[in-house]
């Protein structure tokens, strides 16, 4: 069975603690791994799409990398604006995205 | 762009009562997603349009949810009879399939409660 599973389900970090969001999955077939944000009381916002393993894509403090296995979402010096959940989702198929449950990211100022 | 446009964004209702959830895509976007997410099961699909027809319906959970998308810039989600195992957030996403890349954009959602 496809699945995509997530780690930490929270994470609590000071203001400027580096850290990193697990997303492993086991799916045939992967045809794209994303990430997206999610703000409480709104809808998911997307961050990066990776394709292939060794893929890295970056923005501001934020770094996705890619292994045949999982993703990380690495996070450097990050600011309580960097608060949300963070969701983990793959491609299956043509269209089918299949969602882990999130990591509860909160940055203490 | 405006991006996807859901309404209403918050509906109350009692169990029994039909509802129906409306979404505007991004435009251009040719395809068109319905999730919903619950504290339990997460984000989930439920159903998807390609230009404007159905593709995979696998998602939804039973006869009492149909959707339905009569042009490009228009799509429902209806719930007959509603129960309160069906409160939930529901999402609509549209995306743009080129080149084998794509993003699906994601409305502001609908939170729905059955009492």
């Known amino acids: 069975e496809d699945q995509v599973t997530q780690s930490p389900e929270a994470l609590r970090l000071q203001e400027g603690e580096s850290s990193s969001l697990n997303c492993s999955y086991t799916?045939?077939?992967?045809?794209?791994l994303f990430w997206y944000r999610q703000d409480p009381g709104k809808g998911p916002e997307f961050l990066f799409t990776?394709?292939?393993a060794g893929e890295e894509k970056e923005k501001e403090r934020l770094k996705a990398t890619l292994t045949k296995k999982e993703s990380f979402l690495h996070i450097t010096a990050p600011k309580p604006e960097d608060s949300a959940t963070y969701l983990c989702?793959?491609?299956?198929?043509?269209?089918?995205?299949?969602f882990g449950q999130g990591t509860r990211l909160t940055i203490n100022p | 762009d405006a991006g996807v446009i859901q309404s209403p964004r918050h509906e109350v209702t009692e169990m029994g009562q039909e509802v129906t959830l409306r979404c505007k895509p991004i435009s251009g976007h040719d395809y068109l997603f319905w999730y919903r997410q619950t504290m339990m099961r997460g984000l989930e699909l439920l159903i998807y349009f390609n230009n404007n027809v159905p593709i995979d319906d696998s998602g939804m959970p039973e006869d009492r949810f149909s959707a339905k998308m009569p042009n490009a810039s228009f799509s429902t989600l209806k719930i007959q009879p509603s129960e309160p195992r069906d409160s939930a957030v529901y999402f609509c996403a549209s995306s743009f399939m080129s080149g084998g890349a794509e993003t699906q954009y994601f409305g502001p959602g609908t939170r729905l409660l059955v009492l």
């Open positions: 989702a793959v491609r299956l198929g043509a269209q089918k995205l299949v």
């Open positions: 799916v045939s077939g992967l045809r794209g």
């Open positions: 990776l394709y292939s």
